[in-house]
């Protein structure tokens, strides 16, 4: 379904950060995307997202290329949600995708109310997004991309900052929808819970890949690129 052939991406000043990736995600496939910091992940997602233009390289959804039919049709959660907030309330904020497609601000209200209901927030509907916790606004931008019912979801640390119930309540969710989902996390924990299969990012390039719990119970692996065990599996 989506297919990246050969991605590589130089930042504007020389670092290459992507180094010939190949990946294909099918219909309903959880892929957990792994690697030390500035492996390429948040690169990766962006580029899948349609964010970043394609240097070189290719990546087709269903067939077709351009950043046009990507961003429509996988949801992106930045790494940073402070980049993604934009109404004055968390519900309008959440049903601002639903409202820009033309659906009625009743409608829409009701939807985002059930999302935010689902993930346990109902209590920040009237708040205003930018004064949130850090947590707080996080899973508000998991609500806002949910909201937009994306084919594919890309998710950038979705959990980090969460309490240990947000955390459960977004890794059930994801255990739950029958979507496909590009999880980028340094919790191998939760990649072990919601992913089927795992690709690890050394340097910009896919250093391993295979299915979980399996490759994560490597340590030859895991040390090579610079991780380790999920706690579930150190003494
Ligand atoms: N805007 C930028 N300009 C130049 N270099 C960048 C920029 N953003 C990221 N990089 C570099 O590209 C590489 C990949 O970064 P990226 O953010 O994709 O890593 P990551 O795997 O998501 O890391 P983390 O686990 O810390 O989120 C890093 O070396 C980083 O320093
Ligand atoms: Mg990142």
């Known amino acids: 379904m989506l297919e990246v052939v050969n991605l590589r991406y130089e930042y504007p000043g020389g670092h290459e950060a992507l180094r010939g990736v190949n990946l294909r995600v099918n219909d309903g496939e959880k892929i957990a995307l792994v690697g030390a910091n500035g492996s390429g992940k948040s690169t990766l997602l962006l580029h899948i997202a ?69 993930l346990g927030i109902s209590h920040l509907a009237s708040r205003q997004p930018h004064k949130l916790s850090g947590g707080e606004k996080r899973i508000v931008s998991f609500a806002g991309v949910l909201a937009s019912n994306p084919e594919v979801l890309a998710l950038d640390e979705p959990t980090a900052g969460l309490d240990p119930k947000a955390r459960r309540r977004v890794i059930n969710f994801l255990r739950e929808s029958g979507k496909a989902i590009i999880l980028a996390t340094h919790d191998l924990d939760m990649a072990i819970d919601v992913c089927e299969r795992a690709v690890i990012l050394h340097d910009g390039e896919i250093s391993a890949e295979g299915l979980l719990p399996g490759l994560f119970t490597d340590k030859n692996i895991l040390e090579a690129n610079n991780l380790e065990l999920p706690l579930r599996y150190s003494v």
Do not use: C, Y
């Open 50 to 118: 349609g964010a970043v233009d394609v240097q070189e390289g290719k990546i087709s959804f269903r067939g077709r290329e351009g950043a046009d039919v990507l961003r429509k049709n996988i949801g992106l959660t930045f790494q940073n949600a402070d980049d993604e907030i934009l109404m004055p309330t968390v519900i309008e904020d959440v049903a601002f995708s639903l409202t820009a497609s033309g659906m009625n601000v009743q409608s829409s209200h009701e939807k985002a109310g059930k999302i935010l209901a689902s």
